[in-house]
């Protein structure tokens, strides 16, 4: 613990704001305002440096899915340290805890993933994802077939190939991105793009962008299609019933790999083990992260399907890997995770009640007037806040009413996400019904203050 342990909020505010940069932060506004300082958790809640306590509706960053206070991951990693603090997977060489989590990610990931690739992170493993797929077309003796095709508005995360894969505009924009050979199509976000057609008709023309661009760019040159199960950063966009067969009808038809990235997704958060089994999608790629430890410890992957690993098997050397890549101790607290939501059937308890009861109670909030759509499945979910019910008019300043929103939420003890227009939800799996009931009774309170403050014209939007 370090020295820093006792001492008060504005002292650690004010150290944070000398030397401290914080991710996606406007630094300035920041720290006029002064950060929140988080201490402690446990559960589904947190306490910051003033003693308030929050329940934690985001699990994290939508990893901490086995809650927090967990003795059995944290025992895990001492004990692993106390034996091998580090040790590297390059020259020959592994070590137990990367060995035994290896095998057990073959264990609960569909039968024809047997192998991973280790890494630090889920932008770690897109970066892995990008230069995976190409070597592999590259070994078959087709080197040109390296275009990847991502989504506007999904997040692969922030290295460059992972800001590049992603389709967040303002991250293009800032650092000369993306880089070559990545091209992007419609998200299947039916209530902005769609709202006109029926889901369904909605779902197949979303996924014909895919092979409209495909035909565009020609198959010999396309090596991967891209794209979370259920969009997650991007607002909780649940595809229509549609559009996952059609994707894959036509990755299989142009014979181009579909990368499933399971950063989200994974270990749980659709109510089935990976999102690729909830929405039934044969992915020949998974990048995983978050989940894998429950956000214990660092530590992401690539998941490879026997297919891929037999072509990569052809390249000879894979030029590419991480200092710790299969870093002991993350290794050891993901095995502790994994055997702990194995041993409690956390995602089958989550399945059989508490994610249907959490969808219950969310679509409960469709009849509030500022309410124009729910989205969810799992433990995921999104409020899409709109001005003019029933129509899909966005507010005219994108997430003015949804970070007010927000900001009450925080004030009555809550956690939640916004995104544009959006209110997001993502807790930890272990939820009980009455903190799901807390929830949501925070939930709706906030947005029937922020509908008043509306109403009151308190907000400029
Ligand atoms: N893929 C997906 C689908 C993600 O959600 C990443 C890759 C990158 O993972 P790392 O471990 O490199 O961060 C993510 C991360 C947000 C938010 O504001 C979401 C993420 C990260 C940070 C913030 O919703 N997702």
């Not at 401290?20 to 932060?25: C, E, G, I, Q, V």
């Not at 001005?387 to 994108?398: G, M, Q, R």
């Amino acid at each position: 613990m370090g020295s820093l342990h006792n001492a008060s909020t504005e002292q650690l505010q004010e150290l944070d704001a000398l030397h401290h940069l914080h991710p996606f932060t406007d630094t300035r506004a920041l720290n006029k305002k002064g950060v929140r300082v988080i201490k402690r958790a446990d559960g589904v809640y947190l306490w910051d440096s003033n003693d308030r306590k929050f329940l934690d509706g985001m699990a994290g960053l939508w990893c901490v899915n086995v809650g927090y206070g967990r003795k059995e991951i944290m025992d895990a990693a001492y004990q692993q340290m106390q034996q091998l603090p580090y040790y590297n997977s390059f020259f020959q060489t592994s070590h137990p805890p990367a060995i035994e989590l290896s095998a057990r990610i073959a264990e609960v990931t569909p039968a024809k993933f047997n192998r991973v690739f280790f890494c630090g992170s889920g932008s770690e493993a897109n970066d892995t994802v990008v230069r995976m797929v190409r070597h592999y077309w590259a070994a078959l003796g087709k080197p040109d077939k390296k275009v990847i095709i991502s989504r506007e508005n999904a997040y692969h995360g922030s290295t460059m190939a992972g800001a590049s894969l992603g389709g967040m505009k303002p991250m293009h924009a800032q650092g000369g991105l993306p880089i070559a050979d990545i091209e992007h199509i419609m998200q299947p976000h039916w209530f902005l793009h769609g709202i006109d057609q029926s889901p369904e008709a909605f779902g197949k023309q979303a996924a014909m962008a895919l092979e409209q661009r495909i035909q565009q760019l020609g198959a010999d040159k396309v090596a991967a299609f891209i794209a979370e199960p259920v969009q997650g950063a991007g607002g909780v966009i649940v595809p229509p019933s549609t559009y996952w067969p059609e994707i894959q009808r036509i990755c299989k038809a142009h014979d181009i790999l579909l990368v499933a990235d399971e950063v989200i997704c994974g270990f749980g958060r659709t109510a089935r083990w990976f999102g690729s089994e909830t929405y039934d999608i044969d992915a020949d790629l998974m990048a995983i992260a978050k989940g894998l430890s429950s956000g214990y410890l660092p530590i992401g992957g690539v998941v490879v399907s026997d297919r891929v690993a037999e072509g990569l098997e052809q390249g000879g050397d894979f030029n590419h890997g991480y200092t710790y890549s299969g870093h002991p101790a993350c290794a050891a607290a993901a095995l502790a995770n994994i055997e702990l939501m194995q041993r409690e059937r956390i995602v089958e308890n989550a399945a059989e009640k508490t994610a249907p009861y959490f969808q219950q109670k969310l679509s409960e909030l469709s009849d509030h007037p500022l309410v124009g759509q729910i989205r969810g499945v799992g433990m995921l979910g999104a409020i899409q806040l709109c001005p003019e019910k029933p129509s899909n008019k966005p507010f005219a300043k994108s997430g003015a009413v949804a970070t007010v929103c927000r900001d009450h939420a925080m004030h009555n003890g809550l956690v939640m996400r916004a995104v544009d227009d959006a209110m997001i939800l993502s807790p930890p799996l272990v939820i009980s019904e009455s903190e799901i009931d807390e929830l949501f009774a925070i939930a709706t309170e906030s947005i029937d203050q922020t509908y008043k403050d509306l109403e009151d014209g308190k907000i400029e939007f």
